[in-house]
């Protein structure tokens, strides 16, 4: 495996996801790591990540002391490659913030930029570079701003690369971090999801007790609780909570995959009732969203008073998710106990099993594959667990459930029958309480105005509007209108996140 080190660029996770695409395992770690626990992991290599920091400040990260002893090949990434500079007794200095597309001429093509032609575009993103490389290092590459965009130690495996070779805009990025991870250390290209599926069931099958697992339709949590099943059958509960706030006809389909396809000891709740009847009145977006995460709580924790005991509460929790609260375990833990979680009361004491915490979504998405999930769920956009609630501007009524829901749904047939769905981040239609006049027939109708929203996203973070063609657009509005007696008039949002976010509310 290959442990990065991060520093707090935002693309440490991405370099891991590049390298786990040509099935090495690498895993992302604090930048403090102690040596003894970085020994431990057993790495075949050490990549410093990029940061915000200046090696030159006072209370600039360096790693532990010593890494660069362990014999093991390091390769320093933007300010990874300034703390090699540093201390190894070079010089970074304060320079012109660099940022975008550089031409990189490659100088010496022997190991790290070996194959990868005479000069490539690389991304850069930096405001302090090396000045003067240290004694022991030279330069293998160079940028006309960066005269050591990369250097390589003459006696010693370690490197430094100004430029960020996991993202898309470096030209030859994957072939650079292969050169480093497999030819430079050597490291075994043995991290297929095909094992980490029999790893984790053998893992999973010896936990004592029974597991309750909560589905909610998304691939997360569809995936671990059949990745549990493989392992434990029947001692698996799966349960499946109807707030009624719901996708059109996702508990059904939900209920159908879990019970029919794959025979999982399965229970769908149905609370629509208590649910709507907590929303009643509400309409502040941060108060209907406290209304549904508690009611969920108390329908849960009945659910699993009354079918208990269970000993474990299985999780869909993300590689992402886990990193952002501390350090990951490694391939070896899929099991992490502690109490309390996610508002769940003590007294159920459950302990937490999450099988997927080592793995980044598009590597779920290919479990979902092996375990034979439908392509409907691999493929379905994400869907915010308050539901509909967040869709709804204003109070949550059954009258404006029932134009969101069918509305969205025609949003999302037009998009797949016009084969785009794939290339959105979500699609949906929203309602609130503002009407306009309409004329149907000869009649005039003050209906309500529906809010169709498409975004591309890659992470959620930001979010832009798509550009639906013309023709794509004045199908969902036709749709609409013909199909929803109520609604009058179709408008498209076309505001980005940010300043506006994905949901309305
Ligand atoms: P926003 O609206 O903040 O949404 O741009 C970003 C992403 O998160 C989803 N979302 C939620 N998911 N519970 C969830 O599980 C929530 O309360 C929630 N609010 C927003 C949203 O659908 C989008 O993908």
Redesign the pocket.
Known sequence: RIVVLDFGSQYSHLICRRIREFSVYAELVPYDITLGELEGRNPKGIILSGGPSSVYSADAPVPAAGIFDLGLPVLGICYGHQVIVDRFGGRVKRANREYGSSLLTVDDDGSLLGGIGRSVRVWMSHGDEAEQIPPGFQIIGHTSNARAAAIAGTDRPVYGIQFHPEVVHTQKGTEILKNFVLKICGARQDWTMEAFVDRAVGEISGIQGRVLCGVSGGIDSTVAALLIHRAIGDRLHGVFIDNGLLRQDEGDEIEAIFRDNFHVNFTAVSAAERFLEGLRGVADPEAK?KAVGEEFVRVFSEFAERNGPFSWLAQGTLYPDVIESGVSKGPAAVIKSHHNVGGLPDWLDLKVLEPLRDLYKDEVREIARILGVPDRIVRRH?????GLA?RIIGEVTPAKLRVARTASRIVEDVLLEAGVYDDV??AYAAVGDDRAVGVVGDERRYGSIVMVRVVNSVD?MT?DWTRLSHETLERISNRITNEIEDVTWVTYTISS?PPA???PQ
């Open positions: 969203r994400p869907f915010p667990g308050p967040v981040w979500q959620a979010a996140k976010t994905i949901e």
